[in-house]
Each structure stands twice: as structure tokens, then as C-alpha cells.
């Protein structure tokens, strides 16, 4: 039988150690879900405890459902993997590579494959004069398209396919998708992903009965040492129409674990729905990264790990206690996904706070080697 005591009681020492406010994780195995842990509070006050209905803003851990996506295109013939993104994105045809002070043409266009393995030269910067204007013009309500437009204006950091550089690459797709699909991005993902898996409260637009449960999101101040309560807003999200698919979901733990339940058992749901074939999941989660591009992703600290399409994957197992090619992302308020086909393995984790580098450095980790001691696997 599994003993999950050591992880609980890690969980549990967050708040005393470090002062985290909440957190609920969930694992799912061969699409049973073995273990659920919340501890916390979802508001400020620390009146209510931590609910299964408690919504969160997931941050980058969108990316792995935006890849996915993405991947079911290519599946049906409707993306090449090597493809231009000009071939979709016309406004990509023309690129320029900001140089030393200089501009200059790029070398050679921007594929898919560049943006899905974050090799494209894009940066993420959202407050560039271009985005600016088109937020001005639309009065806040740009759309997915009109925003990727303006990410197409700037020029890159370096010559597609040179690099590895954590950028919008992802919220490129969503547009790629849109246009690919004939569908507007969160149509498509409800169509394709979340409906077939039976994946409510997930959406890029809140109503106003999932925003009264959004938890309480919070900042960590590096002075202070402390976190401090933020608006509950997502700096992402740019504009009321903007789908970023970098970024721009809000769901609930329950929502996300039956996403990695699937993804965990060869993109098969528990319900019998599959999303994914397992060899796109194969492709996704195998290390694409190598020479510079390599050595600019291990500079992230993520310790053990190349990157595959727009998800990380363990290539060193001296440096974990799962197994080569374990994979998934995490986000910008220390959720964290991880996926591992071989033992159909899926985990779960938000926390909501911002700016709280220990919890990718030391807190993910430990939760991942923590997990595999509970259930004897590795």
C-alpha cells in the first residue's frame, strides 16, 4: 500500500517553514486518484479552508494544454511540425533580429517546431508599443490574433532555431491554432480537450460565480519575506478577448488532474476518451534541445532536465527520483504538473503565489521524489 505520511507532512511544514498560504495537490495512478492534500486557506482572512471547488490561475501550466493542442493538429494533418508559421501567421513572414544595437533580417523563418520547443527568438515582453497601440485601438477587448499581430512587429533576440529563450512562443500557437482549427482557441480546447475528458471549471474567462472562488492569490516579497495578498488578477491576460496560451487559464485542481490522468496514461481519459496519441506524447516529451540551446535552458535551474515540445523532460535520472523522460511545466504561481506515461503517473499542484522561487528550486522537487518514495516507483 502506498504511504503518502512523509509527503503530507512536508505539505503541511509549507506554512510554518516559509509562510505558504495554500496548497492542494493531487496524484492520480493508472487513473485511480491515490492521493489529495490541501492545506491553507482560500481567502485572505484565513476563515475559509482550502475547497476542491477552489479556482486558481494556472499560469504557464497552460502551456502544456496549449502544446497538446497543438499536437492533435499535427495529428490530423492540419499543422506540419516543421511548418512556417508564416503559412498560418502571415505577419511572421518578414522577421528581424534585434543584433548589437543593430537590426537585421533573421537568417531563416520561424516553424512550429520553434515555437513549441521555445527556439523561435520571441521574448516576453507584453508591454511593447505595438501591443500598447492595439489595446488603445480596441479599447482593452484585442483579440488573440490582433495581440500576436503585435508580438510579430518587434524584433527577435536571435536567429530562429539558434536558441533557447522562455518567450510568448506559446501564446504564438494559440493564434496558430485558431487559424489552423477555424476556431476561436478556447472553443477549440473545450471541443477537443476539455469537453471529451469531462473537464469543468476550466476557461480562460471566469463568471462571476467561479471568480467568487477564485483563492486568494498572493505575491512573495523578498524583503519582507512575507506574501502579500495581490488583486487575484492575471498580468497575462492583456486584454478582455486576449486567449493566451502561454498563460491564460484559470481551473481547479480536479479540473487538472483528470488532464494529466490522460496525458499520464498515453492521452487515454479514465472515461475511455483519447485526446492524444501516444507517440505524439512520445514526441513531446523527448529532449529536442541540444548545443547553446541546451546550455541556455539548464541556466533555468531546472536540474536534470532538457526541454521537449513546450514541456521539460528529465534526461538525467541521478538527478530525480522518476524516471527518464518524466516531463511537464509549471507556473508563475508555483503550480506544478507532472506527467510519466511509464508508470501512468500524474501529479498536480497549486499554490498561487507569485514570485516564490523556492518552490521551483527546492518545493517541486521534493514533492516529485516524495510522490515516487509513496508509491514505490522510480
Not at 511540425?81 to 505577419?91: C, I, N, R
Not at 469537453?195 to 476557461?203: A, F, H, R, V
Not at 483563492?215 to 506574501?227: I, L, W
Amino acid at each position: 500500500m502506498p504511504d503518502f505520511g512523509k509527503l503530507t507532512e512536508y505539505l503541511e511544514s509549507l506554512n510554518e517553514k516559509y509562510g505558504v498560504p495554500v496548497c492542494d495537490m493531487i496524484v492520480y495512478h493508472k487513473h485511480q486518484p491515490v492521493y489529495r492534500h490541501m492545506c491553507g486557506y482560500s481567502d485572505a482572512e484565513k476563515t475559509i479552508p482550502v475547497s476542491s471547488r477552489d479556482m486558481y490561475w494556472i499560469y504557464s501550466a497552460t502551456k502544456v494544454i496549449t502544446c497538446t493542442a497543438v499536437m492533435q493538429l499535427i495529428e490530423q494533418g492540419k499543422i506540419g511540425l516543421y511548418d512556417d508559421v508564416d503559412k498560418y501567421l502571415p505577419e511572421f513572414a518578414n522577421m528581424n533580429v534585434a543584433d548589437n544595437g543593430t537590426i537585421r533580417p533573421a537568417k531563416r523563418k520561424i516553424r512550429i517546431f520553434d515555437l513549441l520547443t521555445m527556439q523561435s527568438g520571441l521574448t516576453y515582453n507584453l508591454n511593447t508599443d505595438e501591443i500598447k497601440r492595439v489595446l488603445s485601438e480596441t479599447g482593452n477587448k484585442a483579440s488573440t490574433r490582433e495581440i500576436v499581430r503585435a508580438i510579430a512587429a518587434g524584433p527577435l533576440a536571435f536567429d530562429p532555431s539558434e536558441r533557447w529563450m522562455y518567450s510568448l512562443s506559446h501564446d504564438v500557437l494559440a493564434a496558430v491554432v485558431e487559424v489552423a482549427s477555424g476556431k476561436r482557441f478556447s472553443t477549440y480546447l473545450k471541443d477537443s480537450i476539455f469537453d471529451p475528458l469531462g473537464m469543468s471549471d476550466i476557461t480562460f474567462r471566469m463568471s462571476e460565480e467561479q471568480r467568487a472562488r477564485l483563492s486568494a492569490q498572493y505575491r512573495y516579497d523578498f524583503n519582507s519575506k512575507e506574501f502579500v495578498l495581490t488583486n487575484g488578477e492575471n498580468m497575462f491576460v492583456v486584454s478582455d478577448e486576449y486567449e493566451s496560451g502561454g498563460a491564460g487559464i484559470a481551473c481547479t485542481v480536479d479540473a487538472y488532474g483528470i488532464f494529466v490522468d490522460a496525458m499520464c496514461n498515453n492521452g487515454v481519459g479514465a472515461n475511455g476518451a483519447r485526446i492524444l496519441s501516444g507517440e505524439s506524447i512520445e514526441q513531446m516529451r523527448t529532449n529536442w534541445l541540444s548545443g547553446q540551446s541546451l546550455e541556455d535552458f539548464k541556466k533555468g535551474g531546472k536540474a536534470g532536465y532538457g526541454y521537449g515540445l513546450g514541456v521539460r523532460t528529465l534526461i538525467d535520472k541521478s538527478k530525480s527520483r522518476g524516471p527518464l523522460k518524466e516531463f511537464g511545466w509549471d507556473g508563475a504561481a508555483c503550480a506544478y504538473v507532472l506527467i510519466d506515461p511509464d508508470n501512468n503517473l500524474g501529479v498536480f499542484m497549486a499554490m498561487h503565489t507569485l514570485m516564490f522561487v523556492t518552490a521551483y528550486f527546492e518545493i517541486h522537487p521534493t514533492v516529485r521524489d516524495l510522490t515516487y518514495e509513496a508509491l514505490g516507483l522510480g
